[in-house]
């Protein structure tokens, strides 16, 4: 089978691009498994701002407009709603976060984002809220795991391959062969797995482990996001995602009573009614020593490329880093150098 990219990883970062490559008409096989991934326990929230400090983000409005047009088109193709536009509202902690996000919201980099008016204590009741709330007022979740589903099912069910990818397989040259596929080229989209990848290794893939938990809450409104110590965030029929942990030394994905206990102490900060637990989970996200995606061409195999390293921001940054790389695979672009692996080939790289 002869095809112009591989793609291995099908997160929101595999997808993401496999979608560049089908809306340019490029061929392209997906390798990866069926396991639970990052990209399936992430709230998915699509949002602009550092809501701890009252910042946008890296290239916040670029991000935010390419990742609404993106999947706003793709709910065309995969015939689901999967965007809900919610506003989320950050719980002031004391009078001095009111006076600095009325400061923020006059910033030109931030008044697009964020009301000046803010939301009273007495808004909602189901909330803990004495120094009132600040609303986000271009943000949204994306249903990453049903979008993952149907992206699979209505657009690439005969371009998923189904399996752990062997790296031995693999065999660079002018194609890329790997058992009966040859690519032009090769682009991995692995996560924190990327961290076997004997051609990326050199990266500074940190990872951090993340912990969830799904609750049931029957009396919580379900059209706002709410921001505290942690995310509240609805999922629908009732149910909401509570996250998440930050844990930088423990790779693996079991959970922990600890990060269980954690979350919730965070969660009845701020939630004054009764919920049920339905699910704990846990998961490693693709983190980088810098923070900042890890995207480009390899040092010496030049159609062996990376999409990686997109932290909490996957649902936000994919789309926009996809056309990135296709841009550079295509046109020799230029990457931001933020994002470009080259920042640390002199440090890492070792041939």
């Given at each position: 089978m002869k095809v112009d990219t591989l793609i291995v990883g099908f997160g929101i970062v595999g997808l993401s691009y496999a979608e560049q490559l089908r809306r340019h008409k490029r061929s392209y096989v997906i390798v990866a498994t069926d396991e639970e991934s990052a990209s399936h326990l992430a709230g998915g929230i699509v949002n602009p701002t550092?809501?701890?400090?009252?910042?946008?983000?890296?290239?916040?409005?670029?991000?935010?407009?390419?990742?609404?047009?993106?999947?706003?088109?793709?709910?065309h193709w995969v015939q689901t709603n999967v965007?809900?536009?919610?506003?989320?509202?950050?719980?002031?902690?004391?009078v001095q976060e009111q006076n600095d996000w009325r400061v923020a919201a006059s910033r030109t980099s931030l008044k697009k984002y964020l009301n000046k008016q803010l939301i009273s204590k007495d808004y909602f009741s189901e909330v803990n809220a004495p120094f009132s709330m600040g609303e986000v007022i271009q943000s949204a979740r994306v249903?990453?795991?049903?979008?993952?589903?149907?992206?699979?099912?209505?657009?690439?069910?005969?371009?998923?391959?189904?399996?752990?990818?062997?790296?031995?397989?693999?065999?660079?040259?002018?194609?890329?062969?790997?058992?009966?596929i040859k690519a032009r080229r090769i682009v991995f989209c692995e996560g924190f797995?990327?961290?076997?990848?004997?051609?990326?290794?050199?990266?500074?893939?940190?990872?951090?482990?993340g912990e969830i938990l799904t609750i049931k809450c029957e009396q919580l409104t379900e059209e706002v996001i709410f921001k505290g110590p942690i995310f509240l965030s609805p999922m629908g029929n009732k149910t909401f995602w509570v996250g998440a942990?930050?844990?930088?030394?423990?790779?693996?994905?079991?959970?922990?009573?600890?990060?269980?206990?954690?979350?919730?102490?965070?969660?009845?900060?701020?939630?004054?009614?009764?919920?049920?637990?339905?699910?704990?989970?846990?998961?490693?996200?693709?983190?980088?020593?810098?923070?900042?995606?890890?995207?480009?061409?390899?040092?010496?195999h030049d159609n062996i490329y990376i999409l990686n390293?997109?932290?909490?921001?996957?649902?936000?940054?994919?789309?926009?880093?996809?056309?990135?790389?296709?841009?550079?695979?295509?046109?020799?672009?230029?990457?931001?150098?933020?994002?470009?692996?080259?920042?640390?080939?002199?440090?890492?790289?070792?041939?």
């Open positions: 550092v809501l701890k400090r009252f910042n946008p983000v890296w290239k916040a409005t670029v991000f935010t407009d390419y990742a609404f047009s993106f999947y706003s088109d793709l709910e965007v809900h536009p919610l506003p989320i509202y950050r719980i002031f902690n004391n249903d990453i795991r049903t979008l993952l589903t149907y992206y699979i099912k209505k657009i690439i069910p005969n371009q998923f391959l189904c399996e752990k990818l062997d790296y031995n397989e693999i065999i660079p040259g002018e194609f890329i062969q790997y058992k009966n797995d990327g961290i076997s990848n004997p051609y990326f290794n050199y990266l500074p893939l940190i990872g951090t482990k942990t930050f844990n930088r030394k423990d790779k693996t994905t079991k959970v922990s009573e600890e990060g269980k206990e954690w979350l919730l102490s965070k969660l009845k900060q701020f939630l004054k009614i009764p919920f049920q637990i339905l699910e704990h989970k846990a998961q490693i996200r693709a983190t980088v020593i810098d923070r900042r995606p890890l995207l480009g061409r390899h040092p010496i390293g997109v932290g909490t921001r996957g649902v936000l940054m994919s789309p926009l880093l996809s056309n990135w790389l296709f841009r550079l695979i295509e046109n020799n672009e230029k990457l931001p150098p933020e994002a470009d692996i080259k920042r640390f080939e002199k440090q890492y790289f070792r041939n």
